[in-house]
Structure formats: C-alpha cells, structure tokens
C-alpha cells in the first residue's frame, strides 16, 4: 500500500473514530485495527496522535465546508442564501451518527493541551464566519449581522449535539429570519 492510498486509510479511520467516540478514547492501535494500516507505517504518516487529529480536523473542515456551498448556493436568491446555511445545519444534524460539532468537541477534548488542535479549532471557525460573511454582503445585508449568525449557527451546533434533534437549526432559522427583517 502507499503512503497515499496509507494515509487516506488511516484519516478515514481516524474520522469514524474520533467523530463517533472522541478523540481521547481513541488509541493509535484503534486508528490501526480499523484502517489496515500498520502501526509501524501509521506513525511514520503523523508520529504522534495530536498530527492524526489535526490532518483528521483539517480534511473534515474541507469536506463540511465543500458541502455547506454546495448546497447554498442551489438557491439564487441572496438573502435565501442566508437562511440556506440553517437549512444545510438541520439537514446535517439529521444525518445518521450525528455528534455535534467535530471542532467544538475536539476543542473540549484537547484545547487546554494541543496548541495543534487549538489553531485547527479556530481556523475552522473563522473560514465559516468568513463564508457567511462573504453570503451576508452578496445579499447587501450589514456586516454586524455576520457576527449574530455566526453565534446563532454555533449555538444551534452545540445544542443539537447535546440534545440529539434538529429542532436548533429551526429555531435558529426562525431567529435569523427575523434579523434579516430588522
């Protein structure tokens, strides 16, 4: 196997692992077990656990942001576009497996001890509060409405992963509705 075809294998394991039971009680002979990739092989791809979380967060904020655009931008109308993005969330928070947010989980886990894990957290917060607020300006709405749903998109994130339901990202959509009327 290359070191490709060796690393894919170990991120995707990596990914159902520490999403679907926390990093922590996550060890690398799981990532190993699961992957198919030796342990041997596994660290000399991130020869410690912190760069396996790190390529994991990093490749996951890719794909979730890839996904979010995409199906944004099926709706033409700007300021439909905003309410879109709590669309999208309820969908995702529907999908089978749900555990909140991956960033904001990690955070919890390992931020008081990963600097590597810190800065991917805060990369991936801030390239979403710039993605709805490059959607907030294309629908001539003001910059200060950025920052209020960026924490009612957060909000409905880490609730709908405490309580299991898509009911967040409703409510949410109701409360950006209302912003944009204001």
């Known amino acids: ?15 159902e692992l520490f999403y679907g039971r926390g990093v922590q009680s ?10 198919g990739v030796s342990l041997k092989r596994l660290y000399q791809l ?10 994991y967060l990093e490749r996951r904020d ?4 890839q996904r979010l655009a995409e ?6 109308d700007p ?21 909140g947010c991956a960033w904001i989980n990690s ?16 990369a991936h917060k801030q390239a979403f509060r710039d993605y709805l607020d490059h959607v907030v ?18 909000g409905a994130m880490v609730t709908a992963g405490i309580t299991g339901s898509t009911e967040p990202a409703g409510q949410a959509r109701s409360a950006a509705g209302v912003l944009l009327k204001a």
């Open 62 to 65: 890719v794909r979730w942001r």
């Open 79 to 99: 300021r439909r576009r905003v309410l879109a993005v709590f669309d999208w969330l309820e969908t995702w928070f529907g999908e089978p497996g749900f555990r």
């Open 137 to 154: 300006a294309a629908a001539g709405l003001p910059g200060p409405l950025t920052d209020q749903l960026f924490l009612l998109a957060e």
């Open 1 to 15: 196997m290359d070191s490709a075809t060796a690393r894919e294998r170990a991120l995707d394991a990596a990914e």
């Open 26 to 35: 996550v060890g690398m002979d799981d990532v190993r077990s699961a992957s």
């Open 46 to 55: 991130f020869p410690a656990k912190e760069q396996l979380v790190v390529a």
């Open 107 to 122: 955070y919890g886990e390992l931020g008081a001890t990963s600097d590597g894990v810190v800065a991917q957290v805060r």
């Open 71 to 76: 199906f944004v931008d099926r709706h033409e």
